[in-house]
């Protein structure tokens, strides 16, 4: 039987990750801070789901409940995904929200991938996969520590997809547009193209079985969206000037 751990697994994308590798009979390990939103979301003991109460910015509580799960249950696979944005997108940054944001969506993968690596390299076996975002891109106005960390986390990944390539250890990036999760309900603004959590979780449980190094979707938007990444930055700043797609408030 497979096995598959997945950070922030309680709610939104990752749930619905949960539940469709519980459905096709893996054994599944989740975690999130908050133990009401895991039993709000899985029939406990039927789903055959087992939840850590873990803050993934705490690297000792991650790396045990990783420890633990693959000691008794297993891990082919584990999915970084937990991960915290701005609801309020501001042109002068939280920072105490910012340092937040860094500490959940690129030490909280960092942490992950760790514990995952203390039991993959001896095994010369797994994958890891982490959830960046379209956000990373470009830097968005209004998100700046959100499209750092998705930059950096797609990075991260290319850089550790190339090393670990010896130990047999695949690395996957996936980097979802806009997806109906509580995460985005909380958003006052237009979300185009928006994907629902379900239908994410089949596409991204897709490109993960065909161990794609990257994947974006929905195409047509990251399409868009890669495009602009590549216009010179002139251009780039001149089109985030228009306010439909500019977020940022005073
Ligand atoms: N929704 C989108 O449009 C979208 C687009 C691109 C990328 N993403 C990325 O996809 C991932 C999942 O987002 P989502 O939309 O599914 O969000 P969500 O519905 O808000 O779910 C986030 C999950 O992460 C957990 N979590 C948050 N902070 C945590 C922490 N410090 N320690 C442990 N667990 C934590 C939450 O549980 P607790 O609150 O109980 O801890 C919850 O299970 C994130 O990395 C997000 O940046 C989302």
Request: glycine share 8%; aromatic share 12%; hydrophobic share 45%.
């Amino acid at each position: 039987m497979k096995t598959v751990f997945i950070t922030g697994g309680t709610t939104g994308i990752g749930m619905e990750l949960a539940k469709l590798y519980a459905n096709k009979g893996w054994k599944v390990g989740v975690c999130g801070r908050d133990k009401l939103k895991f039993e709000a979301s899985f029939q406990v003991g039927r789903d055959n789901v087992t939840f850590y109460q873990v803050d993934v910015a705490n690297r000792d509580e991650i790396k045990k409940a990783i420890a633990d799960f693959s000691k008794s249950i297993g891990l082919d696979l584990l999915i970084a995904n937990a991960g915290i944005g701005y609801a309020y997108k501001t042109k002068v940054p939280d920072f105490e929200w910012s340092y937040r944001i860094v500490h959940v969506n690129l030490l909280g993968v960092m942490y992950a991938f760790e514990a995952a690596l203390d039991v993959m390299i001896p095994r010369s076996k797994g994958q890891l996969v982490a959830m960046s975002s379209i956000a990373g891109y470009n830097g968005l106005p209004g998100v700046s520590a959100y499209s750092a960390t998705k930059a950096a986390v797609q990075k991260y990944c290319e850089s550790l997809h190339l090393d670990l390539k010896q130990f047999n250890i695949d690395v996957t990036t996936i980097c979802p547009g806009f997806v109906d999760t509580p995460l985005t309900q909380a958003n006052d603004h237009m979300m185009p193209f928006m994907v629902k959590a379900p239908k994410a979780a089949s596409l991204i449980a897709r490109a993960i079985e065909k161990k794609k190094m990257i994947y974006a979707f929905p195409f047509f938007f990251s399409m868009i969206v890669r495009i602009m990444g590549m216009l010179p930055r002139t251009w780039y700043r001149a089109l985030m000037s228009f306010k439909a797609i500019n977020y940022s408030k005073d």
